[in-house]
């Protein structure tokens, strides 16, 4: 009966220890680690400066009548082009207003007669420009402090650059326009103006950057928000690899290669980088175009006990 048990015990221990060595020895040849070889890329890299801006017009004029009185008539309208002497508006000084207000009640001989004689005041465009805003209509009472109409010669993207990036942006570097109500529209332009002062902003300096679009798509309106990506640095035929492929040791930055000779392995190559753009970066020197590079298997997931269980852990109880 003895000997039954013991025969059992060392049976029992053979097979536990048989399944323990095949979920190890699997586990073991789960976690090996694969590579991908790839080959460096030629292609084009930039370095940038993204933030936010509003479309506004680069030089914007209030218009104003010179003399106080009452508005005849409206004779453009809000986005209508105007040229230099234009006539805006036609206006009757107070003195006339309230002169043939008085010939009404005389006939229509008496305020033909003083409508003749008294003319009406025209408000005049002072530039070539848009009429982006109409304050006025007919009949209204104006002063000479006023404003009748706002003209804008040309609409710009005003971009506010934080302090720490302003270092970077030059005028007449390449900027990429885009709105926020037509995000399908992307407008190239270049940076014209970096204002000297500064303003603050959710407690951060904040300066205003001027960009003049190439063209002016006619959905553009005074005011719109805009995303501006301001071209710092470009590169063009340059030697490339993905991000991942580029790691640091000791301080330098090395790329894995395959050993030459029959027995294999990994080794590592020490690479100069230069930009680094939406998952790209620049290799200046260490390897070439014919270079094979081992990239770590993005597909590889090391096997994780989801469950929690091993059937030879014991399991705590529970009430």
Do not use: C
Request: proline letters at 4%; charged letters at 25%; aromatic letters at 6%.
């Amino acid at each position: 009966m003895k000997r039954t048990k013991i025969i059992i015990a060392v049976t029992v221990a053979v097979i536990v220890a048989g399944v323990a060595g095949f979920l190890l020895f699997r586990g073991t040849r789960s976690a090996e680690q694969r590579f991908d070889e790839i080959h460096p890329t030629r292609g084009s890299i930039s370095s940038s400066v993204s933030t936010t801006g509003a479309v506004e017009p680069q030089n914007r004029v209030k218009i104003q009548s010179s003399v106080g009185g009452r508005v005849e008539e409206i004779l453009v309208e809000e986005g209508q082009l105007v040229k230099k002497g234009t006539v805006l508006a036609m206006l009757s000084s107070t003195e006339r207003a309230a002169l043939l207000d008085a010939a009404k009640l005389q006939g229509k001989s008496e305020l033909s007669y003083w409508n003749n004689v008294y003319k009406k005041t025209g408000v005049i465009a002072p530039m070539d420009g848009q009429v982006i805003v109409r304050s006025v209509d007919p009949g209204q009472t104006v002063t000479t402090s006023d404003s009748l109409f706002v003209l804008s010669d040309h609409l710009i993207v005003k971009a506010y650059v934080d302090e720490t990036d302003i270092g970077r942006v030059k005028t007449g570097q390449r900027a990429v326009i885009g709105l926020d109500a037509y995000p399908e529209i992307r407008v190239n332009g270049v940076v014209e103006h970096i204002y000297y002062e500064s303003r603050l902003q959710n407690n951060v300096s904040i300066y205003n950057v001027d960009v003049i679009p190439d063209r002016i798509p006619e959905v553009f309106r005074s005011g719109m928000s805009a995303n501006i990506r301001i071209i710092v640095e470009e590169h063009t035929g340059t030697l490339l690899l993905p991000q991942r492929a580029v790691q640091s040791r000791n301080g330098s930055s090395v790329v894995m290669q395959k050993k030459p000779g029959k027995e294999g392995g990994q080794r590592y190559t020490r690479v100069k980088t230069g930009l680094q753009d939406d998952g790209k970066i620049e290799i200046l020197s260490g390897i070439t175009d014919s270079s094979v590079v081992l990239l770590p298997d993005s597909s590889f997931v090391l096997p994780k006990n989801s469950s929690g269980t091993n059937p030879f852990t014991p399991q705590r109880s529970r009430r």
